[in-house]
């Protein structure tokens, strides 16, 4: 029953994911940005056609109805997957990095690449999932992120020197859990290209949330895949390269 559960919260936090909901690691004294933000969306394609649907053509702060235009459909997704686009979601963290006298327990957004620093200039985000499985799909995110700076080869660089701050994190709740995390080798796309192994662990079940980023020029491409069991992570590659194929086929 318990791994029921952390599976389906696993399929919600794609939600909180797109909205960057959690607490706030820019500034642990201000929680403010971290909090839920409010999020729509719309299809961009179903499990029986595979048709994309008009992009949704305005949104909430930070929405990029020209960046939404390039994330992945079903048209490149095997059968039976969806995608839906978020048309609202908070910002990343900012420019303002945290400094060693921030708690590891107060990083766990940026850890897992759910946050990244810097700001981008534009944004966009879609939850994928697949249907597989009787009691829960499979469900992942993809995150766009354009700078008008170098902010995408740092956001990269912050996020490999705070997980080698904080590899291991016991969870900030009275469960007794732990979050570990680690660069792992991963498939080489892009510019430049990193894969992030997230973890959580309560008592036996261990869940794990793990993450793609590739670089395109001043662009960011994440995947994030949301709450699977160890080694059910088949997907996350071939939506990586999905992404990215994406967003290289429809600008310039």
């Known amino acids: ?38 999020s729509t969306a719309q299809a961009t394609g179903t499990p029986t056609t595979g048709k994309a649907s008009a992009i949704p053509a305005t ?14 459909t079903t048209d490149g997704l095997p059968p039976g997957f969806s995608v ?52 829960y799909p499979w469900v992942a995110s993809e995150v766009l992120r354009t700078y008008a700076d170098d902010g995408a080869r740092e956001a990269m660089a912050d996020l490999r020197t705070f997980i080698g701050r904080c590899p291991a994190v016991a969870s900030p ?3 007794g859990g732990s979050y570990r995390f680690a660069v792992v080798p991963g498939p080489r796309l892009g510019d430049e290209s990193m894969r992030v192994d997230a973890s959580t662990t309560s008592g036996s079940i261990t869940l794990e949330w ?14 994030h895949e ?5 080694g059910g992570d088949d997907h ?3 939506l990586a390269e999905a992404a990215l194929r994406s967003y290289q086929t429809t600008g310039p």
């Open 236 to 238: 996350l590659p071939r």
């Open 210 to 223: 793990d993450t793609i980023l590739v670089r395109i020029g001043a662009t960011l491409v994440v995947v």
């Open 226 to 230: 949301q709450g699977n069991e160890p």
């Open 84 to 135: 839906d686009i978020a048309t609202v979601m908070a910002p990343d963290a900012g420019r303002r990095r945290p400094g060693p006298e921030v708690p590891c327990a107060d990083m766990i957004p940026l850890l897992s690449a759910n946050r990244l620093t810097g700001a981008p200039s534009a944004m966009a985000a879609a939850t994928v999932s697949s249907g597989e499985g009787s009691d």
């Open 59 to 72: 949104g909430g702060a930070g929405y990029s109805a020209a960046l939404s235009a390039r994330l992945v």
């Open 1 to 38: 029953m318990l791994r029921t559960v952390l599976r389906r919260l696993g399929a919600a936090g794609a939600v909180c994911l797109v909205a960057a909901c959690g607490p706030s690691t820019a500034d642990p004294a201000d929680r403010s940005a971290g909090e839920a933000v409010p």
């Open 173 to 175: 709740g009275q469960d």
